[in-house]
């Protein structure tokens, strides 16, 4: 079981580092010291940023649930 939660916690991870690299920056950080916060957004978020925004959420419930059920099985070991 633990090795089925370590495999899951991986790709998890790496979906998560994935995912939020994807994301379009909001200004306001780094980007905008190297120029990256010129051009403005006119409008909201398109369906494929909210699918986006949903699909992070859901890998990073499933990864913290992975962490939570690997700290269970080590504790009970």
Do not use: P, Q, Y
Request: charged share 10%; with cysteine.
């Amino acid at each position: 079981m633990a090795v089925v939660l370590e495999i899951i916690l991986v790709v998890t991870s790496i979906l998560m580092i994935v995912l939020i690299l994807l994301h379009k920056g909001k200004g306001g950080g780094l980007s905008d010291l190297f120029g990256g916060g010129v051009t403005s957004s006119v409008g909201g978020s398109s369906v494929a940023e909210r699918n986006l925004d949903r699909l992070t959420v859901g890998v990073g419930l499933i990864w913290a649930a992975c962490i939570i059920g690997l700290g269970f099985l080590v504790k009970s070991l």
